[in-house]
């Protein structure tokens, strides 16, 4: 029941807009919009998250902008976030499944790419993915893992 009320903690920072930082949300913003070719850090999945067939969340990764608060999607999940001035970014989903939950929190920074369109602009963070089954008697599903993207 942990994990429960970590997300219900992350749910209740990205309400406020807080990054854990004090930095609210940015009015003049980096563009970070887009859609974005998702790449995993490789590494094994924790056998909780095997044993219940869940992985990476296959991209794109779309994300959409208004002054500082972002919506986006990534594999069916609506997300939910903001872009901060130092262009840091948060971006946190959850949906039901299987009758349990599963839940997606990307944190990571912009990057902008070359003026000239040498380089596309860049994603790179972190995702941290929750899922727990409605009368599971085993673990849930707690994954880590680092990521990088580049808009399309």
């Known amino acids: 029941m942990t994990s429960g009320r970590l997300w219900l903690a992350a749910l209740c920072l990205l309400a406020t807009g807080c990054d854990g930082g004090g930095s609210a949300p940015c009015a003049d913003c980096p563009p970070i919009e887009g859609r974005y070719d998702l790449e995993f850090a490789a590494g ?11 992985g990476l969340p296959a991209g794109p990764l779309d ?19 903001s872009v901060y001035p130092n262009s840091t970014f948060t971006l946190l989903g959850s949906r039901a499944a299987d009758g349990g939950s599963d839940s997606l929190n990307f944190t990571g920074s912009y990057s902008a790419g070359s003026a000239d369109g040498g380089t596309e602009a860049q994603l790179a963070g972190s ?17 880590i893992r680092s990521f990088t993207a580049a808009r399309q």
């Open 127 to 143: 995702l941290t993915r929750g899922f727990t089954r409605a009368g599971g008697t085993g673990a849930p599903c707690s994954l």
């Open 63 to 81: 994300i959409q902008r208004s002054g500082g608060q972002l919506t986006g999607s990534v594999a069916g999940v609506t997300l939910q976030g």
């Open 44 to 54: 094994p999945l924790p056998a909780a998250c095997v044993s219940e067939g869940v």
